[in-house]
């Protein structure tokens, strides 16, 4: 070798040194932008996952609704829910040995979150151990079935021993068809409605 050889060298090694110095911007700058938007997705499918994590916990409480007021209500359902609610009123009423001297149901209208009330006034006559029968019977109902208002008398002269005014309602929870129904029904003035 020269003594031109080492300085050649070094020279050689700063030029290297130097052009990737000036070359590296240009070279990475496309790496760094899609590191950048590796990060970005990252960020983005954590934030479908959460989303994806609520829903399936919203499901839960989809299924827990269900269990307690039974599968939503399609539209026209309601009226054929509130004549399967008293016909099991009634059975049930029978069943514990009250005798059924009336029923008045009702349908409400749905609230502005698809819930439908079924209120009952049942008019029944019978003995006290009738009536607690019928009482636990409707505590251990598997729906949500609520007794709002009960009143007993005694009858003197009567054949059954009690009168007795129940008020008892049942919930149902509409479907997604209902809710836009009732939604649409709300925008055109006409109120709240059962679909």
Known sequence: ?????????????????????????????????????????????????????????????????????GLPLAAGEPPRRAAELVGRLQSLAEGCGLKVDSVQPRIEAADGDGLVRFPVQLNLSGDTRALVAFLVQIQAAGEVL????????????AK????????????????????????KAARKGNGKAVP
Do not use: K, W
């Open 146 to 157: 609520a007794l709002d208002h009960c009143t007993v008398h005694r009858q003197e002269q």
């Open 1 to 69: 070798m020269s003594d031109r050889a080492p300085a050649l060298l070094v020279l050689a090694l700063v030029a290297a040194l130097g052009a990737a110095a000036l070359l590296r911007e240009p070279l990475l700058t496309p790496y760094r932008e899609h590191v950048a938007a590796i990060a970005r997705d990252r960020e983005t499918v954590a934030g479908l996952e959460r989303q994806i994590a609520e829903r399936r916990a919203g499901h839960e409480t989809q299924a827990e609704l269900a269990e307690s007021f």
């Open 160 to 183: 059954q021993p009690l009168a007795i005014s129940a008020l008892l309602t049942s919930y149902g929870v509409l479907d997604n068809a209902g809710r836009a129904a009732l939604a």
